[in-house]
């Protein structure tokens, strides 16, 4: 990999942060609700809506509600028959690790940069973590069920910032929901939205001098 001289390196970006579900791994959340509403015959639009809110609504998604809280409250709005566990495997298991994004996240931190985890996550994480070792990827962990706030709250990211000690233009964020992005371009950051694995190699490439990953 090529690598930049002293002077370029200097006003470099140091550090990369990746959303996990739809960035380093497959949207099992979104997948797995689909195949949740369509059992079910529920609107699919209503249904992820919904459920998104009651992450944070329950608090489930902060740290502050559990499993059970979150699933009654959806139970309050929707007939859904099988068990919490059930319902939850149904998420979990549409988790997948794309390998190209681990490979990624190898390489930039071969070449000196720090790489970070950043997600609006639940401890269903720590589970998908047993099963596939993500959080050994990276240097840092910054994950809403963790930190007590979410990328909702662009507040978040003024502690991420303070926890680096870095200016944001050091830092480039890749989430492949555009208003979290928009929120950290708001606080300096370099914001990417991930659209593919493809063209976000590309632009990574382009932002820290770094060839990407063969």
Request: aromatic share 10%; with cysteine.
């Amino acid at each position: 990999m090529t690598r930049m001289t002293p002077a370029e390196a200097d006003a470099c970006i140091q550090v990369l942060l990746f959303d996990f579900g739809g960035v380093m791994a497959e949207e099992g959340f979104r997948y797995g609700l689909y195949s949740i509403a369509d059992r079910h015959g529920l609107d699919r639009h209503r249904f992820i809506t919904s459920a998104r809110d009651a992450l944070y609504d329950t608090g489930f998604c902060l740290g502050r509600g559990s499993e059970a809280d979150y699933w009654s409250l959806l139970r309050d709005q929707f007939a859904l028959t099988p068990s919490d566990a059930q319902l939850t495997a149904a998420l979990i298991d549409r988790f997948r690790v794309r390998p190209a994004m681990r490979s990624t996240v190898r390489h930039y931190r071969a070449a000196g940069l720090l790489c970070g985890l950043f997600s609006d996550q639940t401890e269903w994480l720590d589970r998908l973590d047993d099963r596939d070792g993500i959080y050994r990827e990276f240097d840092r962990l910054y994950i809403s069920c963790r930190l007590g706030r979410s990328k909702r709250d662009a507040t978040v990211f003024d502690d991420v910032l303070a926890d680096l000690g870095l200016a944001p233009d050091r830092v480039v964020f890749v989430d492949d929901d555009p208003a979290h992005v928009e929120r950290a371009r708001g606080k300096g950051i370099r914001g990417l939205v991930f659209t593919g694995e493809a063209a976000c190699l590309t632009e990574l490439a382009q932002l820290t001098g770094i060839t990407a990953p063969a």
